[in-house]
Nanobody
Framework: QVQLVESGGGLVQAGGSLRLTCAAS????????MGWFRQAPGKERECVAV????????YYGDSVKGRFTISRDNAKDTVYLQMNSLKPEDTAVYYC?????????????????WGQGTQVTVSS
C-alpha cells in the first residue's frame, strides 16, 4: 500500500505560479512511477505529467508543456509539480498517483494508488 497526500493548491491569478507537493508513505516510493492528473467539472481525468522511478524520464501533456515541471525527491518520498504561467483553463482538482511500472503510464487505469486531490483555481 502507498498513501499519497497532495498539498499546495489554491487560488492564483492568471500568469501566476503554484507548486504542488505529493507526500508518499507506505511501500518503497522510489520503485513507483508517479503521475499528476487533473479533473475539471464535467471533464475526464487528464494526465498532466509523469516521472519514472528515478526522475530521469518525464512526460507532459500537450496543454502544459513548457509551463509545468514534474520532479521527485526519493530521499523525501515526495513528488512535485511546479506550475508556471497558469491559465484559467488549468483550473481543476489535481491528483497525484503511483504506478508500479517502469514505463511512463498516462492512463488513470495504470495507477493503483491515488491521493485525495487538491483544488487549483486560476482566475482571469
Amino acid at each position: 500500500q502507498v498513501q499519497l497526500v497532495e498539498s499546495g493548491g489554491g487560488l492564483v491569478q492568471a500568469g501566476g505560479s503554484l507548486r504542488l507537493t505529493c507526500a508518499a508513505s507506505g511501500r518503497t516510493f522510489s520503485s513507483y512511477a508517479m503521475g499528476w492528473f487533473r479533473q475539471a467539472p464535467g471533464k475526464e481525468r487528464e494526465c498532466v505529467a509523469v516521472t519514472n522511478w528515478s526522475g530521469s524520464s518525464t512526460y507532459y501533456g500537450d496543454s502544459v508543456k513548457g509551463r509545468f515541471t514534474i520532479s521527485r525527491d526519493n530521499a523525501k518520498d515526495t513528488v512535485y509539480l511546479q506550475m508556471n504561467s497558469l491559465k484559467p483553463e488549468d483550473t481543476a482538482v489535481y491528483y497525484c498517483a503511483a504506478s508500479n511500472t517502469i514505463r511512463l503510464p498516462t492512463t488513470p487505469s495504470s495507477y493503483a494508488y491515488w491521493g485525495q486531490g487538491t483544488q487549483v483555481t486560476v482566475s482571469s
